[in-house]
């Protein structure tokens, strides 16, 4: 069941970003949703945090991404906004793997509603090394597929000088390498990883922002208010050797942060019964 027009459509739609994520997020929404998106002007995404270091962030991701949605929308004047949050490092269950943790939230304050997707996904070019020489340098760019996808340049990893951001010219990277390499004998090289200057990452936002958009359409059965997700999972799916519980997932459990109405969708991962490898008293 799609999303009751009266709550989104012909209301402004402020998108909080200043790296263009209203290329993939806009077209997605408006036509979802029925609304007319607005990219904010006022409010520096960068206060809460940068990749590149010169701003920490000083709370956790979604955290972040609320206050980059509220305080996007006082700053703006806007009661209905969206905006992204990244985060970038190991996987937490694929070893020395690369990950994208996206988030994408959805901030109503006419209907206090919040709703909030994810996607985690290995598909990144994220990316650090110390260089010395040209060769080092070339290796890199070809690993991070530059210069479709930009980088940085700074002369330490940390307690840095010299920073150099959004390089995707050939002749502008050379150049700034060999002067950092003269000064300090090495140079830090990573990936560039806001959306405007990594095509990988802006794929990611509009995956997220698609599964946002399924959770908009998601309605509560009892009060039609969008954004009925998934809240919990139990485990105990049966194993199909031994019938007894196993750890993997039975159920989700989905809740309307509205009326608070609850219901559980039985084997959510299309499948009734567990391999007996992953059975603790198969395989224990």
Known sequence: MKTNPDFFSGRRLLIVTKHQKEAVIAPLLEEALGVQCFVSKTFDTDTLGTFSGEIARKEDALTTLRKKCREGMQAEGFDLAVATEGSFGNHPTVFFAPANDELIMLVDQKHKLEVVERVLTMETNFDSS???????????????AFPSHGVILKDADANW????????DYDEVMERFDALVADHHS?????????????????????VTHRLVNKLHSVCPECLFPGFGVVGAEAG???????????????????CQHCNYESKVLYPNGKQTEDPMYCDFCNP
């Open 130 to 144: 110390k260089l010395h020489t040209r060769e080092e340098l070339q290796a890199f760019l070809e690993k991070v």
């Open 237 to 255: 799916l049966l194993c199909s050797s031994c019938s007894m519980p196993t750890r993997a997932t039975s159920a989700h459990i989905y809740q």
């Open 161 to 168: 000088t010299t920073l150099y951001k959004g390089i995707t």
């Open 187 to 207: 140079c830090f090289i990573e990936t560039d990883m806001r959306a405007l200057f990594n095509p990988t990452r802006m794929k990611t936002i509009k995956e």
